[in-house]
């Protein structure tokens, strides 16, 4: 089958000579001799008809041969010289000595290079720009992300108005150097018009140093606007993100986010300041270059574009190699470093393993391997640039030896050919400089899009409140509230269920239960990150999505089980998010939570001690106090220690509790522990989600249910602890 396929095409060049020559003798008869035109067409008919009839009955023809670009290229072979002659004609050229040469043998190899340059041309550029436009979707949201990238440039418009009128002055600026160099030339080979030789060397001077200043200018005015239109959107994008509800920064992986607030915003504002730039500049020059291409000759105009092609796509095609071996360095690159990175983060198994020696061969095998495919890759890139010089030399060479026979035929002048080859060698780049950058600025639109869904996410919670009461109680009732996490199975029961509870003003009530019952998930609702799907919560009678979200924030502070502290100074941490309060106010949380000790006298630089990144440089005892001081510093109404004590040693425990009990009777506490609630004025006891039984200590010990369970498990487990010391010793 696939010999078959390689016959049909191979069959069907043996057909196409045999009835070029078929058509050459009918040539020959003199009824057709008057008719030249209509034997041209007709020949090219003829041959077209034949061929497919060929493509369409032979069985084993391949189906890229009757696809739309197989026919195109049929068409291009038949017809692309009638139409060539014909175009001669209606430009009064010299056509009649073509009109019947086109079946000699070179006029057949030259219509397979054109044809096969017109599929080159059809495969790699048009029919891609092609696809762009019927893919509608993906065109739509890049247009639209487009516009809104415009949008925020509008503001600029007149600085970007400005920067065209620089771009296009400056490129056409550019064009003086090969134009004069072309002049100068030739009156260097005459020998003539020495003083309109020095004018051309001035003006030529004068005319690049303006393009080059010119181009500076816009350099600065466009990367100047765009670094300004850059912060703007970054600042836009961290505030979009920011504002989303919690449930959005559970779902998205944090390394996600921030790489679309930093690295897809700069991926987009890079491009957009340097290979848009670039794109403009190459395009424009582009343009002019063109024009004065075929201003000199359109005819080796039309050749370098011919050329142009096949020049491009064979370093392409060995390219391919290279890029094949590119990416498996890659891989291998990354396979080295994942064995470095696992080995350094696992440093201390690796060193209690004593496998340093393992290791390090490990690393050096995969290195070996990078090695070997590095040799591959220095092979195929050398490869493929020698390639790519040499099929541009190729390009230079024909344009070289046809511009030379137009001079010698005195169809071009040789000033004109020198200029034409100077502007080739600046076409050829700026055309490749074109398609490098264009794909470029298209993914950092994409890469907009990106950005823009996160603008344009409306968070999900509730508008916010308007009630902002000077007096608060701090009286907090759950009321039949039923809650399942967004993303949770369906299935899942829900993590609340039903749950009524009561939090008194100026009381502490303790909320116990097992992992997992559902303790955190109270606090979160009470913070308002998410919302219950049933029941309600209301705060003084009143329910709490009624109230100012910043107000909320003063009155209600949570020290939560995973307490974070900010890579800032202790002074920062404390009066995070009210900067405003003095020193003494902050000396006063920190007694409280017995941090101020510490921090004044373990600390190195005591209140502005930097406690690293997450507070790693400080002890997890400490990092809870200074979190408790935070908490502390606003004067809440209601104060939520979520284990918030819980890497604290029992002496620091029992100073921080007495210390809260005492100070607190302002306030409502609500103090989520597994132990030590015995003091609390009322316990409830969550199981599985459900509020299992509340009262007091007292009253939950006599009751014997999973209260007093959990107090006897947790003295056993206090009791076996002592024992087993009392054995060691
Ligand atoms: N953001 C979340 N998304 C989905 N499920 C969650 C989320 N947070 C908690 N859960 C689930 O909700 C349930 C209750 O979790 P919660 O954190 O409220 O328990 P807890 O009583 O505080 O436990 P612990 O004593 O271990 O702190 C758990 O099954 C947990 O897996
Ligand atoms: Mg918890």
Not at 68 to 97: M, R
Not at 176 to 188: D, K, L, N
Request: aromatic residues 10%; proline residues 3%.
């Amino acid at each position: 089958m696939q010999k078959m396929s390689y016959f049909c095409p191979l069959l069907f060049v043996c057909v196409d000579v045999c009835v070029v020559h078929a058509i050459r003798l009918t040539q020959l008869s003199p009824l057709l001799h008057p008719h030249p035109f209509i034997t041209l067409w007709g020949g090219g008919l003829l041959r077209a008809w034949l061929l497919l009839i060929l493509i369409f009955n032979y069985p084993g023809s391949p189906p890229w041969m009757s696809s739309f670009k197989g026919l195109q290229t049929l068409a291009v072979l038949c017809f692309h010289y009638p139409a060539y002659i014909s175009l001669l004609w209606a430009l009064g050229q010299p056509a009649l000595e073509e009109l019947w040469g086109w079946h000699s043998w070179q006029r057949l190899l030259q219509s397979y290079g054109v044809t096969v340059v017109a599929w080159l041309y059809w495969s790699q550029y048009v029919s891609s720009l092609f696809k762009r436009k019927t893919s509608g979707g993906s065109k739509e949201n890049t247009g639209a992300s487009l516009k809104r990238l415009m949008g925020y440039m509008l503001p600029f418009s007149r600085r970007f108005v400005v920067v065209i009128a620089f771009v296009v002055l400056s490129s056409y600026g550019e064009m003086a150097f090969p134009q004069y160099t072309g002049r100068i030339s030739e009156w260097i080979t005459n020998e003539e018009e020495s003083g309109a030789f020095t004018n051309a060397i001035i003006t030529m001077t004068l005319l690049t140093i303006a393009s080059a200043v010119l181009e500076f200018l816009c350099d600065l005015t466009y990367n100047v606007t765009m670094s300004r239109v850059h912060t703007a959107v970054q600042g836009l994008v961290f505030q979009a993100v920011i504002k989303q509800d919690i449930a959005f920064f559970d779902s998205i992986p944090t390394g996600d986010m921030v790489s679309r607030v930093t690295t897809d915003t700069n991926k987009t504002s890079e491009s957009l300041s340097e290979e848009l730039s670039l794109l403009m500049w190459y395009m424009a020059r582009l343009s002019f270059l063109f024009i004065f291409m075929v201003k000199q000759s359109w005819k080796i105009s039309l050749l370098t574009c011919m050329g142009l092609p096949i020049v491009w796509v064979i370093p392409k095609l060995t390219g391919y190699f290279h890029q094949v071996i590119a990416v498996k360095v890659q891989d291998s690159l990354a396979k080295a470093n994942q064995v470095a990175t696992e080995t350094f983060s696992c440093i201390k198994t690796v060193r209690s393993f004593a496998n340093e020696d393992g290791e390090t061969e490990r690393y050096r095998q995969k290195l070996d391997d990078t090695y070997a495919l590095n040799k591959r890759e220095a092979a195929a890139y050398a490869a493929s640039t020698w390639a790519n010089s040499m099929s541009s030399l190729a390009l230079k060479v024909c344009i070289l030896y046809y511009g030379g026979t137009l001079v010698t035929s005195g169809t071009v002048s040789s000033g004109d050919l020198v200029s034409f080859v100077l502007y080739e060698l600046q076409f050829a780049s700026a055309i490749e400089a074109v398609m490098r950058y264009y794909p470029e600025v298209k993914k950092a639109i994409g890469a907009s899009e990106k950005i823009f869904e996160y603008m344009d996410r409306k968070p999900e919670i509730p508008p916010d409140g308007t009630l902002a009461p000077e007096n608060l109680m701090g009286h907090i009732q759950f009321k039949n509230v039923t809650f399942t996490y967004t993303g949770r199975n369906e299935k899942d029961n829900p993590v609340l269920k039903d749950v009524s509870l009561e939090i008194k003003p100026g009381q502490i009530t303790a909320l116990v239960g097992l992992n997992a019952s559902g303790k955190t998930t109270c606090v979160k609702l009470l913070e308002r990150f998410y919302q219950p799907q049933k029941g309600q919560i209301l705060l003084d009678g009143k329910p709490l999505n009624s109230y100012k979200d910043e107000y909320l924030r003063t009155k209600i502070s949570v020290v939560s089980q995973d307490c974070v502290l900010f890579a800032r100074s202790v002074r920062e941490n404390i009066k995070y998010g009210c900067e405003s309060m003095s020193d003494d106010e902050m000396h006063r949380a920190a007694r409280l939570a017995s941090a101020h000790t510490f921090i004044t006298t373990d600390l190195s630089d005591g209140y502005e001690t930097d406690v690293g990144q997450s507070g790693a440089q400080v002890s997890g005892g400490q990092k809870q106090r200074i979190a408790i001081a935070r908490a502390l510093i606003r004067r809440p109404k209601i104060l939520v220690l979520d284990n918030a004590t819980s890497d604290l040693d029992a002496e620091t425990e029992y100073q921080v509790q007495q210390a809260l009990l005492n100070d607190t009777n302002h306030c409502s506490v609500l103090l989520i522990s597994h132990k030590g609630v015995e003091k609390a004025n009322h316990i409830v006891v969550l199981n599985e989600g459900m509020v299992h039984e509340e009262g007091s200590h007292d009253e939950l010990l006599r009751k014997g249910g999973l209260y007093a369970d959990l107090v006897r498990k947790q003295n056993q487990a206090f009791h076996g602890k002592q024992d087993d010391k009392r054995d060691a010793h």
